[in-house]
């Protein structure tokens, strides 16, 4: 994660939940500070909602944050076709809502600042035809929105079947913001339907 060039610039470098969890803190010219969690999430929704809470725990207060990796989960319709286990329940809605509120997370794969420099829409594909097939885009940047501001690229590279059948993403953010924030384009109204997620919701509203 870290090479001769990144090396001086790391301020904190530390396993969060080990085999799953694991993050680097960089301190960038201008004085600011970059924070990249790496994630690899489990299969099961139960599993992976404490992975949510932690990472929401650990209050991480850089000016930029991105978290990247193998989710393992499908937020919404269309991102492809899945396991069932792969859907998020209650608890993970939940967490997941509160994580992402909380650092004001949004996938780069979605933002029109990001230029999509590749045709695939699916970053893992288990090689199966027919009934048997399961395709989706579980591995994703989510970046904050000082970082939707700077803009970028973002591509899902050819997969190597005999490696992995993950293909890699590959995310660039330009060095000068280009453009404020995108507005967002939809609004998840399952926010709407627990208490823990609304009061969340409210707290970004309001800053608090």
């Not at 870290?2 to 799953?20: C, Q, W, Y």
């Not at 230029?115 to 594909?125: A, H, P, Q, V, Y």
């Amino acid at each position: 994660m870290v090479d001769r060039t990144t090396a001086p610039l790391v301020k904190e470098d530390k396993i969060l939940v080990e085999g799953r969890v694991q993050y680097i803190t960089l301190h960038l010219p201008n004085n600011l500070e970059l924070t990249i969690i790496n994630t690899y999430a489990s299969r099961t929704s139960r599993s992976r909602a404490p992975l949510w809470r932690g990472i929401s725990e650990a209050n991480f207060t850089s000016d930029h944050t991105i978290i990247g990796g193998d989710f393992n989960h499908l937020e919404e319709r269309g991102t492809g076709v899945s396991a069932r286990e792969r859907r998020m329940h209650r608890r993970e809605s939940s967490a997941w809502h509160q994580l992402t509120l909380q650092y004001g997370l949004t996938d780069a794969w979605t933002l029109d600042s990001f230029r999509k420099m590749s045709k695939k829409t699916f970053t893992f594909d288990n090689g199966r035809k027919g009934q048997g097939s399961a395709v989706s885009r579980i591995d994703k940047f989510l970046v904050s929105q000082e970082l939707d501001a700077r803009g970028g690229r973002i591509e899902a590279a050819p997969s190597i079947r005999r490696i992995s059948d993950h293909s890699p993403l590959v995310l660039t953010i330009w060095g000068r913001q280009s453009a404020p924030p995108t507005p967002p384009t939809y609004f998840d109204v399952t926010l709407l339907k627990e208490e823990e997620s609304k009061a969340a919701l409210l707290d970004a509203w309001t800053g608090n």
